[in-house]
C-alpha cells in the first residue's frame, strides 16, 4: 500500500518533528514508513496490506497535521472510533477571502472562546486553518461539533449555538 498527500510546506516540519522524533513515532504506533519531500509538502505512505488500520491512520495524521492540528492531537487518530473531518469552508460556501476571513473568525470566537466551548462540550478537538475547519473526535460526538459549525457557517448567534451545545451536552449526560 502506498498513498501520497501534499501538506502546505510551512507544516512538514511538524511531521517531522524534533530531530524527526514525530515522524519516528508516527511511523512505529502505525506500521508504515514515510517519505517527505521538504520542498513539494508532499509526503509518500508506504504500508503493508497486514496493517490498513495502521496505513489509514497514518494517513490521516498526516493530514490534520497538515491542516494545523498539533502532532500530540493528531495522534488522537490512533484511539478506536476517532475520525478527521475537514470541511472546505471556501468551497463550501462559495465564499470570497474577505467572507473566508470572517467566517474563520466566527468559528474561533474572540479570544478563542468559540472553538474552546465546541471544543469541551463535543470532547472534539478543531482546528482552523487556512480555508479550512478540521474535527477530530469520536463519530458522535463530532456530528454534534460539526452541526454547531455549521450553524456558525449559516449565520447563527453564537448564544443560538451555544444553547445548541448547552442541550446537546445536557441531553448527553442525561442519557449515561
Do not use: W
Amino acid at each position: 500500500m502506498e498513498e501520497s498527500v501534499r501538506i502546505p510546506k510551512e507544516r512538514v516540519g511538524a511531521v517531522i518533528g524534533k530531530n524527526g522524533q514525530t515522524k519516528k513515532d508516527l511511523e512505529k504506533h502505525t506500521g508504515t514508513r514515510l517519505k517527505v519531500d521538504s520542498e513539494s509538502g508532499e509526503i509518500t505512505i508506504k504500508g503493508t496490506e497486514k496493517n490498513p488500520i495502521g496505513f489509514y491512520n497514518s494517513l490521516n495524521i498526516i493530514k490534520a497535521i497538515g491542516r494545523g492540528f498539533s502532532p500530540e492531537r493528531a495522534f488522537m487518530l490512533t484511539q478506536e472510533n476517532y475520525m478527521l473531518e475537514i470541511i472546505d469552508i471556501k468551497d463550501e460556501l462559495n465564499a470570497t477571502d474577505k467572507e473566508l476571513e470572517q467566517k474563520k473568525g466566527r468559528i474561533i470566537g474572540t479570544n478563542g472562546k468559540t472553538r474552546n466551548e465546541i471544543e469541551s462540550k463535543t470532547d472534539c478537538a478543531i482546528a482552523v486553518y487556512g480555508k479550512t475547519v478540521s474535527i477530530i473526535g469520536e463519530a458522535d460526538k463530532m456530528h454534534t461539533a460539526k452541526k454547531a459549525i455549521d450553524m456558525l457557517l449559516s449565520g447563527a448567534t453564537h448564544s443560538k449555538v451555544y444553547g445548541f451545545l448547552n442541550k446537546k451536552q445536557s441531553f448527553e449526560t442525561f442519557e449515561i
